[in-house]
């Protein structure tokens, strides 16, 4: 895991819960666009390394993924996992 995968983490677990001043902070304290920080933290999700330093946030953020797609898959009128 890369110094800046560790710091996506850290950030995550404090980051403010306002959109717009989580996007400003992520611009300010990790020098990275939002858009490629929500890319990297869900690639993250997938990384045994984050869940094995991170197990709690990984597991909250991995359970409302699930959600979301399968609010997602509902919409379309999919249930299936496939």
Known sequence: M?????????FEET???SIG???EAIRAQLDISPVRYHQRLNLLLDAPAAAQSHPLL???L???REEREDTR???R???SDS
Do not use: C, F, H, W
């Not at 890369?2 to 850290?10: H, K």
């Open 2 to 10: 890369s110094d800046l995968d560790a710091a996506i983490l850290d």
């Open 73 to 75: 898959r509902a919409a």
């Open 77 to 79: 009128g999919n249930t």
């Open 15 to 17: 980051a403010p819960r």
């Open 58 to 60: 990984v597991a909250r």
């Open 21 to 23: 001043r989580k996007e």
């Open 62 to 64: 991995r359970r409302l």
